[in-house]
């Protein structure tokens, strides 16, 4: 469906990267963000400006949110000059941002109210998934909704699974951010004991890779902690607000989490330390710090 055309909201870290696969695949698109450097770099490479969330609304069959929150989505959606107000009937609206799956079931009847569809679908994956059109993308709503814009996420994505109605995707994304969260605190304190104990840690992340203990985190965050790179991929704060979101679903639900709740606090100390934009990756360097230790290859 490459003559579709989508408006897109937040062309941040990972909208971006987004806005150009889209425009890779043929795709006419709108964008919109209060940052001026990634929508000039959209519009060089194809893309048209709108003025407001409105406008965007108005000129797209598509619309898709990238923010950082539920307060900005909200915000986006029910503010002045807000989707609501340009929505179409017929419009598919997609958030495509992790937010609070509570929010995603207030706004869908809103949005259904206009006449319109909407398909909550947070990815994981990282700045690297989104430049290289693999992210994971996890999306609750209408089946029927979700087979029209499959192409659509194809654009963006490989792993892409439909999880059922409105908020699955963001309670699937929870529990995504839930294990990452769980296993960068593994990979840290495992490497920061090999360092204390005077083992090469490139070396133990070599074995590890090898064995039961492999995983995508191990591989590429283990590497990041070596080469002392927390570039953000996905920033400390916003992992920070995802557990938040995990935790009070799952206070809701009554379902403990007491393991998320001490790598929580984990990532609230960082934060404490100045830490809010680097990479989750960085949980690493409170290890390192409270060992008085650092991980990096021998030699």
């Known amino acids: 469906m490459p003559e579709t055309r989508i408006g897109l909201i937040g062309t941040g870290i990972m909208g971006r990267p987004m806005g150009h696969n889209l425009l890779k695949a043929g795709y006419p698109l709108v964008v919109h963000d209060r940052v001026r450097g990634p929508v000039d770099e959209l519009v060089a490479a194809g893309a048209a400006e709108a003025s407001s969330a409105r406008e965007v609304a108005a000129r797209s069959e598509v619309v898709i949110t990238m923010l950082p929150d539920s307060p900005e989505v909200q915000a986006v959606v029910l503010g002045p000059d807000g989707l609501l107000e340009g929505l ?18 207030e706004l869908a009847p809103l949005v259904e109210a206009k006449d319109c569809q909407m398909l909550d679908a947070p990815v994981s994956g990282g700045e690297k998934g989104a430049m290289e059109a693999t992210l994971s993308i996890m999306v609750g709503g209408p089946k029927e909704i979700f087979d029209r814009v499959l192409p659509i996420f194809q654009a963006m994505g490989k792993n892409i699974v439909h999880m059922g109605d409105h908020g699955a995707g963001q309670v699937t994304k929870a529990a995504n951010q839930i294990v990452v969260a769980l296993t960068i605190q593994a990979v840290s304190e495992a490497l920061v004991l090999a360092a204390k104990a005077g083992v090469d840690p490139a070396k133990v992340r070599q074995a590890l890779l090898g064995g039961f203990a492999q995983s995508r985190i191990l591989e590429l965050h283990g590497q990041r902690m070596l080469d002392r790179n927390f570039k953000p991929g996905f920033k400390v704060r916003l992992h920070h607000k995802d557990l938040n979101i995990a935790l009070s679903t799952g206070k809701a ?28 990756s960085s949980l690493v360097t409170l290890i390192e710090d409270l060992a008085k230790v650092e991980v990096k290859p021998a030699g």
């Open 88 to 105: 179409r009937p017929g419009t598919i609206y997609i958030d495509m941002s992790t937010i609070s799956p509570i929010v995603t079931r």
């Open 253 to 280: 639900l009554g379902v403990p989490l007491p393991a998320t709740a001490t790598v929580q606090e984990a990532f609230t100390a960082l934060r404490g330390l100045g830490r809010d934009d680097y990479d989750h």
